[in-house]
């Protein structure tokens, strides 16, 4: 561990705030398990039949919403659950303004000395999408990239510290551990033994939690991300540092990265795709194609496309669409994904996709056994043990 002064200890909640937090997460806890399984009851005992009765055959996903909107249980939910996704952002948004000035002197200071070596490389003139500030993403305050005032820090404590309070005492989602990144760095080596990437790009990086991983398993590759906020990019090099970790991070949009052809043996990103709408998701994929060396890997972790899920799961993947500011995911997971790929330039028989069991909650066997196989886990991303995973091989 480095003697950087830890830009994440310098984050402290009161005895208020603490039980505020854990609130929220034990709240989230009993909305997205308790209450959503009596919601699927609902559905299955009286919603699903009547459809079928009255229409003679079973509802899509979208048919489901239609249905389920009309549903006391599916709007008290709606309400809980949206109440819910502020509350994990009100809960540590006054301690990150209190210990702003002291954050942001620390990243500062890191900036300054890079004692491990990483950068950080801010460009003012980057263009932000609009699906960045056109609205708050997951109803965080402020998004990803609004700066409040000078070599401001705070969207990236605010969503490092609110993904804690949103996947606490929940076995997954959204993690601000690094298990996407930590399950996908242990699997690569499993399945593919020949493949040791030296240098390797993150996409939509927010705070490092999914980036820094892949150096305890790639220690001496040469690690790049990229993200279009200047806020969580000054955290995440912040943290990096503290963890004694070599990254080098970009002020870039990923529909126009200035990297060189052939430059990138893996390109990866986690919870990204599904945030960028359907005709950038292409441009990035096909960013990502010219970015790669041959015999280089792109492997995305998102959640399942619509073709992988049932109706129902369909219907509840789409509530964050609806209500959660993220009016992308539903078109995103209609994607034909495989064909989308090849539409960038992937050979289509160069397509992979994965279910990569999470490498902290699942055994050495197992996981082992899983990557092997190449895994043909079919179990529900629901239920918290696995990471979906898609991309290609560039020829
Ligand atoms: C949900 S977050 C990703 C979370 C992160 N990968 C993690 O695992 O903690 C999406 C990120 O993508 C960034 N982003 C969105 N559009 C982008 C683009 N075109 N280029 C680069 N970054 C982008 C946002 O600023 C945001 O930080």
């Known amino acids: 561990m480095s003697h950087v002064k830890s ?17 929220t997460s034990i709240l989230r806890k009993r909305i997205l398990m308790d209450l959503a399984q009596d919601m699927k009851t609902v559905y299955e005992k009286r919603v699903g039949p009547a459809y079928e009765k009255a229409n003679g055959k079973t509802p899509n996903g979208r048919e489901i919403r239609k249905a389920m909107l009309k549903e006391p249980i ?16 009100w809960s540590v948004q006054p301690a990150v303004e209190r210990r702003l000035p002291e954050m942001i002197d620390i990243a500062k200071g890191v900036a300054a000395e890079h004692p491990f070596g990483g950068s950080l ?14 609205l708050d993403v997951h109803l965080m305050p402020g998004c990803f990239h609004t700066e409040y005032t000078d070599d401001d820090v705070a969207q990236g404590a605010l969503y490092h510290h609110g993904t804690t309070v949103f ?53 001496d590759a040469e690690m790049h991300a990229i993200d279009v906020g200047a806020p969580v990019l000054r955290y ?25 052809d052939n430059t990138f043996d893996l390109i990866t990103s986690s919870f990204f795709f599904h945030e960028v709408s359907v005709a950038s998701t292409k441009r990035i994929v096909s960013e990502c194609y010219r970015m790669l060396k041959p015999g280089g890997l792109m492997l995305h972790m998102e959640l399942p496309p619509n073709s992988e899920v049932d109706d129902y799961y369909e219907f509840y993947l789409d509530w964050d669409a609806y209500y959660n500011n993220e009016p992308h995911y539903q078109a995103f997971r209609d994607m034909d994904f495989p064909k989308a790929i090849a539409s960038c330039g992937f050979p289509a028989q ?20 899983n990557a092997k196989g190449k895994s043909t886990d079919r179990r529900d991303h629901g239920n918290g043990a696995v990471w979906f995973t898609f991309g290609g091989w560039k020829d």
């Open 7 to 23: 830009i994440t200890d310098a984050f402290e909640l009161t005895h208020d705030e603490v039980n505020y937090a854990r609130f």
């Open 74 to 89: 599916f709007q008290g939910w709606s309400v809980l659950r949206h109440t819910a996704q502020q509350m994990t952002w």
């Open 121 to 134: 490389e801010l460009d003012a003139g980057v263009v932000i999408p609009r699906e960045v500030t056109g």
């Open 167 to 219: 996947s606490g005492g929940l076995p997954h989602r959204m993690d601000a551990k690094g298990d996407v990144a930590r399950s996908i760095a242990h699997f690569l080596p499993l399945a593919y033994p020949d493949f040791k990437p030296k240098k390797i790009l993150d996409l939509g990086c927010t705070a490092g939690a999914n980036t820094l991983p892949y150096l305890d398993v790639f220690p």
């Open 236 to 260: 995440a090099h912040a943290r990096a540092e503290a963890e004694g970790k070599t990254v080098h991070f970009h002020q870039m949009n990923a529909e126009t990265p200035t990297f060189e």
């Open 350 to 369: 160069n397509y992979v996709q994965f279910r990569i069991p999470n490498w902290r909650s699942t055994s050495a066997a197992d996981f082992e056994a």
